[in-house]
């Protein structure tokens, strides 16, 4: 036999695609990826059940004072303090979102457009630094303004990111002034 006649005796047809076996992949792998998130969803609803104990926000007073800073930036999360990695999502705390804070002699106001807004008596702030990460958000060193503020029975860390950066030492810095004149009026 000649060889090209072998070669036509060896070519088979391409294997056909087996249509039914990757439709049943998908949908599976569509199912498992619902189920995940589904089970997000519920330990992220049971974590606001556990932390139901948690009193209501307060808001912003009618007559707050003059604005002694404004940023416009982030609002990242809020923890539990000292525990970096213990989210608060009771109260709308653990919903990311734009922010504009307004620091007054009165406190500190956060207004996030679509979460809930709430306020920080001047009596109820703790203190102020410069970090490097909250609950699921890790920056640079310094790159997070972290703002520690008594609620209820609870210390809670909440960390804003500025749209410029360089703000955040004055926020610091002004921020601990107040404190310490604050805790030196008790």
Sequence with gaps: ???VILLAAEKKSAEVTDWAARIGWLVGLALFVALVYWLMREGW???GTLQG???ELP?????PGEARLTMSGRYHGSTTAGQWLDRIVAR?????SRVELTLT???LDVVRPG???FFVPAARLREARLDKGIAGKVLTEGGLLVVTWQHGERLIDSGFRSDRAAEHTEWVDTLNQMI???EGAR
């Design 45 to 47: 609803k049971w974590r």
């Design 59 to 63: 808001s912003a007073p009618d007559e």
């Design 92 to 96: 709308g705390l653990g919903t990311r």
């Design 115 to 117: 979460a809930s807004d």
């Design 180 to 182: 310490n004149k604050t």
């Design 1 to 3: 036999m000649t060889p």
């Design 105 to 107: 002699d009165a406190g």
């Design 53 to 55: 104990d948690l009193p």
